[in-house]
């Protein structure tokens, strides 16, 4: 058996969103069809690529890059241990954009235009944050391999800085309309990312961060708890199973609307004229229905909020109707809220254990007689409980 090609970020992103799509692109090598903004952020980060290069400081690698590796402390050609300075003024920023700019993709004159125009302010505006607060990176575009037990990954990275403490900052540019910290922090990318540079610096990563460049925002979180990298792994895993085992099922969703390969694709085949209209009217209905459903739900749930303030008002459970008695129920939920007192915990040498901080994790701790009881006091006083109300109908019940 072959040995299975490397996944790339986009590459298990397009397998996890639909197997089959990921065949065209990736084993049948079928190409896509131009898109501007596609462009547009290669544009953006080849510029960015091109100023930012000459104040790389290489750092230490765990894997030899022989003659061509420098660490810090040999980079000082005239004796100076300062960073390189950004050197570059606005006119040669300007020039590199009109340079490097490409058409490809873009529908009409009118879109392009605009793509350029944003692309420039976009870059001058950037350009003035860099004199301002010059990075210090250690490397840009650059292409990282590792093995990740067992799994081979890689990944084009745009940025890595180096931290005032001496660790690392990945660092991801954006060009998209919006992006929220939210982003960042769901970001499997980053993720992928984070364990790209471990894998190939001594350095620790002390950040992640998405940065929009549109706002000037870097959205900044810190490195992956070990329990969510292992949880990557195994989805990871899955893609890669999946793709050696030749499993490439359409898997429609709103990929679809931007999938170059619906004439290839069996979920696009017509249905027999002879079925048509049948099948159209079944779909009209279930949308029918789906509507209802939600009319309906939305009815329920006002119906439950008046039958609880009345059962609040009058001070019961239990309320008679004319067929059934409606009981209400109550279901409780504990949640511990542990960030205040994140340092702690960490120092404790708990992060492990924690997971994510569910009530269930948290409880286990709690109940650990070997933790100090005064954390365990400190962790207990940031839970709090919720309390949700249900009804049920007792049907066998005569009313009254
Ligand atoms: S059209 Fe949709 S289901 Fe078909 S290959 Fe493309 S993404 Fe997959």
Redesign the pocket.
Known sequence: MSSPAPLSYSSYHTYS??P??WK?LYRDRLPETPRGYFTFGRVVHSVLEEIIRPLVVPTARRVSLGDAQRTLDEWHPSGSTHSPHLEITREQLLEAYDRIWSSEGYTTPEEEARYRTLGRDLLLRYYERLVREQPHPVSVEEHLEARWDGIPIHGYIDRIDRTPDGGLEIMDYKTSRELSGEDARQSEQLSIYQVLVESNYTEPVEGLTLYHLRSLTPHRVPPRPRTALLALHDRLGSVQDGIRAEAFE????R??SR?D??SR?P??RPVPTSDEPRLRELVDRFETLRHDERRLEEELRKTAEELHRAAEGFGVHRIPGTRSVAIRRREETWQYSLNGIRPEVDAAGLDERLGKGTPEEVRRVLRDASVDPELRRRMAETGSRRVKWYWELDEGTPSG
């Not at 359409?250 to 969703?253: D, L, Q, V």
């Open positions: 969103e639909c089959l799509r065209f359409p898997t429609p969703g990929q679809c999938c390969f619906q694709c979920e696009f």
